[in-house]
């Protein structure tokens, strides 16, 4: 939600007002999926804005003409992009805690935000705000392999002893996160995922129409439609079943689609 950018960093946010804050923008250009787009957006949307904030954009292992940057178009933020490789930085941190962010961002700084979900670029920053995308290895654990779990688990309890300001994207995560670790609810905020401008209906014409159908071989009916990774915990079991259990003449009338990655 950009509609509010002062209720961005969740509190005390009137101290950050002709400050900066640092963006760890590489799981923007190199994430997976949902939290790939959620930084690009943000980075986008932000820069938007109208503020006082001033804003450092920190892209780590990578190569600009080698992938695709938010566009950004405003004179309060500044792009640093680092072609060090991430197994490199990743070694020195575990060995030596180095280098630090000040590395990379010259002077102090009053914020950084992690939208990839853990903070793992060593920092002196005050304030360490990380975005949380959920909890899945806590609860349904049973759908996920045992060494993604202890991995995530790992990573979550480093998150919560690194940060001290957090985002979740629902009541339902924050609620989590205040019962599994104990989080204070004044450091931790629910702003919800926003809907991107391309999402919108459409009028298609017949000849449009036609053309979709044809290039993904499907039946010229109507569907239901599931976009996501085709994983157990995405319960897709259950999606099947509840098809598989309509009435005929509804079945007859839509398909259901699933689409996403196996």
């Not at 010259?106 to 950084?112: D, M, Y």
Request: hydrophobic share 35%.
């Amino acid at each position: 939600d950009h509609r509010d950018l002062h209720s961005f960093p969740t509190r005390r946010s009137s101290d950050l007002l002709n400050k900066k804050i640092v963006i760890d923008g590489t799981p923007a250009i190199n994430g997976i999926r949902a939290i790939q787009r959620y930084t690009f957006h943000l980075i986008s949307e932000l820069s938007d804005q109208d503020s006082d904030i001033l804003f450092s954009l920190l892209y780590l292992g990578v190569k600009k003409e080698h992938f695709n940057f938010p566009n950004i178009d405003n004179s309060r933020f500044t792009e640093i992009i680092s072609i060090l490789p991430g197994k490199l930085l990743s070694m020195f941190w575990k060995i030596f805690n180095v280098p630090q962010a000040n590395f990379w961002i010259k002077g102090p700084l009053n914020l950084i935000h992690f939208p990839g979900g853990t903070p793992y670029i060593p920092n002196k920053s005050p304030r360490v705000l990380t975005t949380l995308h959920g909890f899945a290895s806590c609860f349904i654990s049973e759908f996920i392999h045992k060494d993604i779990i202890e991995k995530s688990k790992k990573e979550l309890d480093f998150t919560f002893t690194k940060s001290t300001d957090f985002i979740t994207v629902s009541e339902t995560n924050r609620r989590e996160a205040m019962q599994l670790w104990n989080i204070p609810p004044d450091s931790i905020t629910t702003i919800p995922l926003g809907v991107s401008p391309e999402f919108q209906r459409y009028d298609m014409t017949p000849e449009e129409n036609e053309r979709i159908y044809k290039r993904y071989d499907l039946p010229e009916k109507s569907f239901i439609l599931f976009v996501g990774a085709l994983e157990p915990h995405k319960n897709i079991k259950n999606i099947i079943l509840a098809y598989h259990k309509l009435p005929s003449e509804i079945k007859d009338k839509y398909q259901l689609l699933l689409v996403g990655k196996e």
